[in-house]
């Protein structure tokens, strides 16, 4: 079975023995985000795979020599960065997360909940990989299903439930899993922050869905994510986090409280989307 993982404007990328061997068509023409970070100014398959390609290269990602500590933020307000933070503070007790050949992944090691988030974007499969696998662990990390390497986050949560833990972020791409994960946290009594990740594309009613049932939810070139959300707290405006509830908008106040720069604070009706801002072709 080969990894699938989607980035850069949703564009599916298949790689299989540390190799891109498939790149799908991007749904967006130009992001703000790798425009600033990576001076892409027009994202075609060929931008596709050379960011993967880097991914591979810089990383490890999909290959046994996986980095998992790599402390560097990509950006100030990513999820993993919001995740780490989080956890240095005590603010959560662990994470629910994918990582690449090794799937849905319990963890509470801050640097290693950055390691597997910093450069991920929307993973769509993977397989098993041992070394992965075992480096997870030894950094006291939980692999939910190692055998399939798995992405069920519900799953995942309710095994940080066995372990013992009860404020929890998970990370989710779908709206009939944030709902699944509601559910549980009222049948477990846990507190669950969910994050939505991974949206551009996204239908109406799935981010109507999303909104409803999510703590933060990370804009990426989504239409409806913008057009819908009323937000307690907006960070960025270019790719816009959003903290939707007080649990989020908390979360989001810890992570603020590692970032070295100068931060402005204001009060201002929400959402704030200067249109030349925006990924181009919105989706």
Same mark, same amino acid.
Request: one cysteine or more.
């Given at each position: 079975? &080969?990894?699938?993982?989607?980035?850069?404007?949703?564009?599916?990328?298949?790689?299989?023995?540390?190799?891109?061997?498939?790149?799908?068509?991007?749904?967006?023409?130009?992001?703000?985000?790798?425009?600033?970070?990576?001076?892409?100014?027009?994202? #075609?398959?060929?931008?596709?795979?050379?960011?993967?390609?880097?991914?591979?290269?810089?990383?490890?990602?999909? #290959?046994?020599?996986?980095?998992?500590?790599?402390?560097?933020?990509?950006?100030?307000?990513?999820?993993?960065?919001?995740?780490?933070?989080?956890?240095?503070?005590?603010?959560?007790? %662990?994470?629910?997360?994918?990582?690449?050949?090794?799937? %849905?992944?319990?963890?509470?090691?801050?640097?290693?909940?950055?390691?597997?988030?910093?450069?991920?974007?929307?993973?769509?499969?993977?397989?098993? *990989?041992?070394?992965?696998?075992?480096?997870?662990?030894?950094?006291?990390?939980?692999?939910?299903?190692?055998?399939?390497?798995?992405?069920? &986050?519900?799953?995942? !949560?309710?095994? !940080?439930?066995?372990?013992?833990?009860?404020?929890? !972020?998970?990370?989710?791409?779908?709206?009939?899993?944030?709902?699944?994960?509601?559910?549980?946290? %009222?049948?477990?009594?846990?507190?669950?922050?969910?994050?939505?990740?991974?949206?551009?594309?996204?239908?109406?009613?799935?981010?109507?869905?999303?909104?409803?049932?999510?703590?933060?939810?990370?804009?990426?070139?989504?239409?409806?994510?913008?057009?819908?959300?009323?937000?307690?707290?907006?960070?960025?405006?270019? *790719?816009?986090?959003?903290?939707?509830?007080?649990?989020?908008?908390?979360?989001?106040?810890?992570?603020?409280?590692?970032?070295?720069?100068?931060?402005?604070?204001?009060?201002?009706?929400? &959402?704030?989307?200067? !249109?030349?801002?925006?990924?181009?072709?919105?989706?």
């Amino acid at each position: 079975m &080969p990894h699938i993982m989607e980035l850069l404007g949703k564009a599916r990328v298949v790689v299989k023995d540390g190799r891109v061997v498939e790149v799908g068509i991007p749904e967006i023409e130009w992001c703000p985000l790798f425009s600033k970070l990576r001076e892409v100014q027009n994202i #075609t398959q060929e931008e596709v795979k050379k960011n993967i390609e880097s991914r591979i290269r810089d990383v490890g990602m999909f #290959t046994p020599g996986r980095k998992l500590l790599e402390l560097d933020t990509y950006v100030a307000f990513g999820a993993s960065e919001i995740m780490m933070s989080g956890l240095r503070r005590g603010f959560l007790e %662990t994470t629910v997360t994918a990582c690449d050949g090794a799937g %849905t992944v319990i963890a509470s090691n801050p640097a290693l909940v950055q390691g597997i988030g910093g450069r991920m974007s929307g993973l769509i499969e993977t397989e098993p *990989i041992d070394d992965i696998i075992e480096g997870i662990q030894k950094l006291g990390g939980t692999v939910f299903d190692p055998s399939t390497a798995a992405i069920d &986050p519900v799953g995942g !949560a309710r095994k !940080a439930s066995e372990l013992g833990y009860r404020r929890i !972020a998970v990370t989710v791409a779908d709206p009939e899993t944030a709902k699944e994960l509601r559910k549980l946290e %009222t049948e477990l009594g846990l507190d669950l922050i969910i994050i939505a990740v991974h949206v551009t594309g996204v239908g109406k009613e799935e981010a109507q869905g999303l909104l409803e049932s999510s703590d933060i939810v990370i804009s990426c070139a989504s239409r409806y994510i913008r057009e819908l959300a009323k937000p307690l707290v907006q960070v960025a405006a270019a *790719i816009p986090l959003f903290a939707l509830t007080q649990k989020g908008k908390e979360l989001v106040i810890e992570r603020a409280k590692d970032i070295q720069s100068p931060i402005l604070i204001n009060t201002m009706k929400l &959402p704030v989307l200067p !249109a030349h801002k925006q990924p181009r072709n919105l989706v």
